[in-house]
């Protein structure tokens, strides 16, 4: 067993002395899900059918249809429902949590790979990574490997805690996952998509908490100011075939 995982990568790379942990596939295990993560083992309760849906409306709306690769798939809940839409990929580091996505998703090919390390030989429409880059030690290196699988004129969805508001640094306080290990403004993720060689089309917040009785989860442009976490939408840079929208143009003009 892992009862030390709340350390995991924290350890391994003070042990080689590295400022950057080592997250691999033991990393985010079945204890993991169950009792190191916030999910605190309600990760159905904590990804509900309105939460799958909201992403779901604001992605269609400027790519209703194509090839989609969900990055970080964890247990399927969003492939379950986008597969109605596009045609469906998933991948993730974690063996465990693959495992139980394929009983969810029959037919639907899930692979099992860090992101960094990802090579699928083809690109995609829509490429949706939510609650995952702040897992990630490497981000350009990640970044760049998403520019590479997304087509030409394809759309990065992106959501990510942030931690510059109010509701941020509260979050901040109870947020007691050691893998997010980039607990930074909303300003810092604008620059590392443009610095990978995307544009940010989309900036809106995410008003999300827990209750007793179910899960808030709203994505708003009136909540990019004080939300805890962000949604985002890049195009790669001079690849865009739309106008930028005006609640995005707001949003990144600061």
Excluded at 119 to 136: A, K, N, Q, S
């Amino acid at each position: 067993g892992r009862s030390d995982g709340r350390e995991w990568g924290v350890m391994a790379a003070r042990e080689a002395g590295r400022s950057v942990p080592a997250f691999d596939e033991h990393t985010f295990d079945q204890a993991y899900f169950g009792a190191v993560s916030n999910y605190g083992g309600r990760y159905d309760r904590y990804n509900p059918p309105h939460k799958i849906a909201g992403y779901l409306r604001e992605i269609r709306r400027l790519r209703p249809r194509g090839a989609l690769l969900d990055v970080g798939c964890a247990f399927g809940r969003f492939l379950e429902r986008a597969r109605q839409h596009y045609q469906c990929e998933g991948v993730d580091i974690s063996a465990y949590a693959l495992g139980l996505a394929e009983r969810r998703l029959p037919g639907v090919p899930l692979h099992h790979s860090a992101i960094q390390t990802f090579h699928r030989g083809r690109t995609f429409d829509v490429i949706t990574c939510f609650d995952v880059l702040e897992h990630v030690p490497d981000l350009p290196r990640a970044l760049g490997r998403l520019r590479e699988l997304l087509a030409p004129d394809g759309i990065l969805a992106i959501a990510v805690p942030v931690y510059d508001t109010l509701p941020g640094r509260l979050f901040g306080i109870i947020d007691r996952d050691p893998t997010h290990i980039h607990r930074n403004d909303r300003a810092f993720w604008l620059e590392q998509l443009r610095e990978a060689g995307f544009e940010p089309i989309i900036a809106k917040g995410i008003l999300r908490a827990p209750l007793p009785g179910g899960f808030i989860h709203a994505i708003s442009r009136l909540f990019w100011r004080f939300s805890s976490a962000i949604f985002v939408i890049g195009t790669r840079r001079g690849t865009a075939d739309h106008p930028l929208p005006r609640d995005a143009a707001a949003a990144t003009a600061r």
